[in-house]
């Protein structure tokens, strides 16, 4: 057990780290396309789909959180390579193949694009970094002109961070007040259990919280679990035939 | 005419550094040490008749503006000073809430504050007291300026990223986990509130029938 | 020759500032204003082949190193965060498409938008949210700023490297190519699976685990 769980990590990590090499779906298609021909605009797209769906097919347990992009495309090439292998006539659909096939074209076409372009671009002589501003202020009469120096990021960060501390501010007085506590159940239960002569079931003893669900359940357990301290103290009796059968209780005088 | 390697480096380096750069760091940095005072005196010629003069004071090398300008040189530089948190955290709120009263503000932050925040971001000129609120007391109702908008590079206050964009664009962290799924919890009280019937419907799944 | 007042003002001006100097501000201090723009071109021109070199940025001139020395001027390079492939993309994505909607870049990317790229380049002050976009939901529409330009040695933004060819090969079209099919697939194929998962999960949360 404890081996084919490592075995089963090892694979995710070995795809995940497969994964992470590339920028999503596109990204992947991209190098895969790159290793079947250069020029991309000749490229089979046929093949490029198979290529695509080994290589993802090649691990089955995966990360879903990670992967899902991944095989959102999986299951679109899968589509697309069944939709370019039928005969033409025998599918009604609002695209053809064609159209389906210079889609996929089109987009690692334009990605292909920015990714150089962005390398380009970040190889421009970069201030700081291949170019520097510089100059002696001996001599020259400054004036200073104090401003600050927030910016637009700093309003959002900040602004930001104070939503996310007044959330959980809110979620912590929320959930200490919704809840229906074990001493509340206890007490409640201690002023009406005199009462209860007959075996009654404890569905029907519980306070009524309209349709919220969570003060319903957390009442549900508090009382399941007040009657079982009741019962340990010898003041109520509590009974149940079956598993997951009805509780019932009653006053043990 | 194309100027040797050597003499741009020590201009280069003049330029950068900012403050008087000695003999032996600009030697150090170029190719033909022993013309270094070549290469010195074809920058001092270039510079001579310029805004920009090259200057040796001790064994050290600088540019300086030309001294028969200073007296018009004078230069405006804009002292950047960093605004307090209370101030950044009034300032964002105004944005986003704005009308806003000083209280409301107070609400959202936690705290109790002084005039402080709210003089100084009146007197940068951010924000400006606007009419008053009609509830008892009549708070002054705060808003951004239109040099708030200038300055942070906004066409328009409702340009702001909303909370669902802040959150995409990596602003809001994700919450805690005990947050979401008190956070869940909230939000079935309210579907169940709005959506009652079909929420009825499935608590019946999870309460064993009577 | 006797270089004239006005253009050594400039020049000073330029070299002492040590950043990006506006238009306006340099024309305030010269006396034939109308002349400014040949001034420059004698500026220009008299620093074209030295080691600091004019350069103009949006609507600011100023002189920066000459970027063929960049190697020789290391000494000088400030440690910088590197810019992931992520961010770098989304980079180029806003500053040819802009103005561009988070889920246009995620179209052309080809997936969803990692956290803390576009926080991080607005962090740098590279880009920024301007206006919305007429459409449901009104989404942000990111754009490039004019530090981006300062930083980059950039004129304006039609300046931008392989600009016409991305133009003319029609990359810089932003429609989703393949993501409005995939949308439908995902709808169909998977969605179903992994949110359900994800309901069911939710709800877990809420039965009473005894």
Known sequence: MIENSSEINHEKDQFNILLTGYEGPIDLLLDLA?????????????????????????????????????????????????????????????????????????????????????KNLYEKPLINRDTFYGGIEEGVKIKYDITYK??????????????SKKDSIQSLTIASSELYSVDQAIQRLKNIFGSIKEWTNIMSLLPNFGTNKIINKSSLSSNFVASLELAKNGLIEVNQKEVFGNIYIRSKN | MSTLRDIKIIEAILFASGEPVSEDDLKDKIVKKSEFNN????????????????????????????????????????????????????????????????????????VQMGRGS?????????????????????????????????????????????????????????????????????????????????????????????
């Open chain 2, 39 to 110: 290469y010195i005196e074809e920058i001092k010629k270039h510079y001579e008749n310029r805004g920009i003069n090259l200057l040796k004071t001790g064994k050290k090398w600088s540019f300086r503006t030309s001294d028969e300008l200073s007296e018009d040189l004078v230069i405006f530089k804009q002292q950047k000073r960093k605004l307090s948190r209370a101030a950044l955290e009034t300032l964002a709120i105004v944005a986003y809430h704005q009308p806003v009263t000083r209280s409301e503000i107070e609400n959202i932050r936690g």
């Open chain 2, 118 to 210: 709210i003089d100084h971001l009146m007197e940068i000129g951010w924000i400006k007291p606007g009419v008053r609120k009609n509830i008892p007391g009549k708070p002054t109702l705060w808003s951004t300026t239109d040099l708030f908008l200038e300055h942070f590079g906004l066409e328009n206050i409702n340009n702001l990223p909303n909370q669902d964009e802040l959150k995409a664009s990596g602003f809001l962290d994700k919450r805690a986990a005990i947050a979401t799924i008190t956070d869940l919890a909230k939000n079935d009280i309210l579907d169940s509130k709005i959506e009652s019937d079909e929420e009825e419907e499935k608590l019946e799944d999870f309460i064993p029938n009577t």
């Open chain 1, 34 to 118: 790159k290793k079947q021909k250069v020029d991309l605009s000749e490229i089979s797209i046929l093949a490029l789909a198979e290529q695509y769906i080994e290589y993802i097919n090649n691990y089955n347990k995966i990360h879903l959180e990670i992967a899902a992009d991944y095989l959102v495309m999986s299951a679109w090439l899968t589509y697309l390579k069944s939709r370019l292998l039928l005969p033409k006539d025998e599918i009604e659909d609002e695209y053809t193949p064609e159209e389906l096939e210079e889609a996929l074209r089109f987009q690692l076409l334009r990605l292909e694009a920015i990714q150089k372009t962005s």
């Open chain 1, 150 to 163: 927030a910016n637009l990021y700093d309003i959002l960060k900040t602004y930001s961070s104070l939503l």
